[in-house]
């Protein structure tokens, strides 16, 4: 079965260093994956997705993630962050095989970045 | 967020009371889902509509009744519902396949 985990319930980093938030997945295929950002009372916004080709996926808003295949991680990285990058963030995952369309989310982990 | 609208955002109703929620796609979309998002818990799939059909009812008690008139259209009828109900329910749309789904800014629903 598909899943993906997200390790950190919460992620505190200082204003101007870089930020790692960390998702690791089980497919039975290949996968594809997803972050999403969610602010307080807003929907969903999506961030960046990996299909194929490069392993670095670069995003909106500056993150980055990384895909490692050995390693089953997709971890979202953003070289200097912001106080407003403070949000929930969740990572998705689809099975290439699965004939429907849905993705598995993560629980989510909350980033904090304080001033 | 103009996207994909849904209304109402706030509702509070009685556990007697007959509600509907409405999703609308802006994105010629021909993929819509319904999520549920309560506090604490993973965002959990409801309903998943391709092209107008039905193909994934993630074992959703019969008080909630999704409705998909035409493929830029949803909606989720609620009756007789329980106060762990009570949650930020998402639409999402996306064209059908692995791509990207687009959320709208959910309903906060509140069950008495």
């Known amino acids: 079965a598909q899943s993906v985990a997200q390790p950190e319930d919460q992620v505190n980093v200082a204003e101007g260093n870089p930020l790692t938030v960390k998702c690791t997945y089980s497919?039975?295929?290949?996968?594809?994956l997803f972050w999403y950002v969610q602010y307080p009372n807003r929907g969903l916004q999506f961030l960046l997705k990996?299909?194929?080709?490069?392993?670095l996926v670069k995003g909106s808003y500056g993150f980055e993630a990384e895909f490692n295949k050995s390693q089953t991680s997709f971890h979202l990285k953003k070289p200097s962050a912001l106080v407003s990058d403070s949000a929930l963030y969740f990572c998705a995952v689809r099975d290439i095989g699965q004939a429907g369309t849905a993705l598995i989310f993560g629980k989510g982990t909350t980033l904090s970045v304080s001033s | 967020e103009t996207g994909v609208t849904q209304t109402p955002r706030h509702l509070v109703m009685g556990m007697t009371n007959k509600k509907s929620l409405k999703c609308e796609q802006h994105?010629?979309?021909?993929?819509m889902y319904w999520y549920k998002q309560s506090a604490k818990k993973p965002l959990e799939l409801m309903f998943v509509y391709n092209f107008k059909e039905q193909t994934e009812n993630n074992s959703v008690p019969s008080r909630f009744s999704p409705e998909c008139p035409n493929s830029s259209h949803l909606f989720l009828h609620l009756h007789t519902l329980q106060p762990e109900d009570s949650a930020l329910y998402l639409c999402a749309s996306s064209q059908a396949g692995p791509y990207e789904q687009f959320f709208g800014p959910g309903t906060r629903l509140t069950v008495l």
């Open positions: 994105l010629g979309h021909n993929a």
């Open positions: 497919v039975s295929g290949n996968p594809y």
């Open positions: 990996y299909i194929t080709g490069d392993n």
